[in-house]
């Protein structure tokens, strides 16, 4: 029973905030899926404009590759990745802890990891495939729609990933930019903070910058804060911050419209997540807003996605057809 309901996901009636007279989305059925299991979109499926685009588009890109795995598994392997995850009181995701999710053994942990790694395979083909102007489409549209979302406006200080084209990631440089360059009337400019990467053991920072000049290219060709500005002074790391962060725009490689987000598997965001989440609890701050930005071929059915010990949920998505709240955070930023 449990192995047929991740095979075929959940339907969710979740409200979307953005864009007007969409219709609902069409799904896409590979009629050699298991089950009927819906896998994306097909590279000779005929590509919609973004004024076409449904409101929620439902992609399963869980692939055939998959069932085998299924099939050699008891069903208990899978109830793990199916329990829901509650939510804090502030409205805030609950961080997904060990004692929330304990697979049986280190053989049903392997196998939601597998599940996993056959997803990225999956979304990585689809953002691939991915049109380049329709992907130019798409950054456009969810980056004019955090520009002028009331939560983007109302933030003071965010921190925000520097997209990656190789990674295809949705683009954040027009977000960056007309921040750092067009403070608010009122004079007040917003505090953004950027990541660096440490080492190869998850350990990421965040680092104030005041221009995109500050941003240097690092080994991989991402650009990411150098940890001193140019006259020599250390950048004001937002985890020795006195001042607590409003909201995170978030990247990844697939996310549900539970929440859950899947990264590309180094476990940098959740690790800081966690840290984050863990100070401003110590300091009687507010959660932080988390907010992800997707492209419409990474946003899963609900389920699809396994979680395991450390994840972390998402509060709001935001893709080309609009905003997704998730949490009771998420819906209340919506009345703001």
Known sequence: ??????????????????????????????????????????????????????????????????????????????????????????????????????????????????????????????????????????????????????????SQRLCAYVSCSALREVDTSRILSETLQHPPKDGYSKKIYVPRVEDKNSHMRMFNISRMDDLIANSMNILEPAPVDGDGNEREDVMQTKDPIDLFLLPGLAFDKSGRRLGRGGGYYDTFLKNYQELAKVRNWKQPLLVALSYSVQIMDEGIIPLTPNDVLVDVLVSPSGVIPISSAGLDKMKV
């Open 1 to 154: 029973m449990i192995k047929s309901q991740l095979l075929q996901g959940n339907k969710t009636n979740l409200p979307v905030h953005g864009l007007q007279n969409s219709t609902t989305a069409s799904r896409l059925t590979n009629p050699r899926s298991p089950a009927g299991v819906h896998v994306g979109r097909s590279p000779k499926a005929r590509r919609r404009a973004i004024s076409e685009s449904p409101m929620v588009r439902n992609y399963k890109l869980l692939p055939i590759a998959a069932s085998s795995l299924f099939n050699r598994l008891p069903p208990s392997a899978f109830q793990p990745a199916l329990r829901p995850l509650s939510r804090c009181s502030s409205g805030s995701p609950k961080m997904a802890r060990n004692e929330g999710i304990k697979p049986e053994n280190e053989e049903q942990l392997k196998a939601l990891f597998e599940q996993k790694r056959v997803i990225r395979s999956s979304v990585r083909k689809a953002l691939k495939a991915m049109d380049p102007s329709l992907r130019s489409q798409e950054d456009n549209a969810i980056q004019n729609i955090v520009l002028e979302a009331p939560w983007f406006k109302s």
